[in-house]
């Protein structure tokens, strides 16, 4: 069973940083890929980063969404299934809930989605 679990959100103010982690089981974790995508309140889901995980056919290739460009750092650890997502000089518009997604788009593998982890930027 495809298990996706974050974890990391929290109250930060602006300015600070936060790390989220999603903790993956039941699936080839080497060769997926692995997308965080978030939902402000009220609105649309929004993609906000992606990593090839080393097996992948685009190994090791990370792409970030302009909000996330230069203030975040997706990453994985493949000795323990986790995917992180560093979050530096975060502002109240990165306030949302943040998923975990496993392989987003993709029929062959399996689509998964994580549970979600809130993220809240305010002083």
């Known amino acids: 069973e495809v298990q996706l679990v974050e974890s990391g959100g929290g109250l930060v103010q602006p300015g600070g940083s936060l790390r989220l982690s999603c903790a993956a089981s039941g699936f080839s974790f080497s060769v997926s890929a692995m997308t965080w995508v978030r939902q402000a309140p009220g609105k649309g889901l929004e993609w906000v980063s992606v990593?090839?995980?080393?097996?992948?056919?685009?190994?090791?290739?990370?792409y970030y969404g302009d909000s996330a460009k230069d203030r975040f750092i997706i990453s994985t650890d493949n000795a323990k299934n986790t995917v992180h997502l560093q979050m530096n000089s975060l502002k109240s518009e990165d306030t949302a809930m943040y998923f975990c997604?496993?392989?987003?788009?993709?029929?062959?593998?399996?689509?998964?989605w994580g549970q979600g982890t809130q993220v809240t930027v305010s002083s």
């Open positions: 990593i090839y995980n080393s097996g992948n056919n685009y190994a090791n290739k990370t």
């Open positions: 997604v496993k392989d987003l788009g993709d029929n062959e593998r399996g689509e998964y």
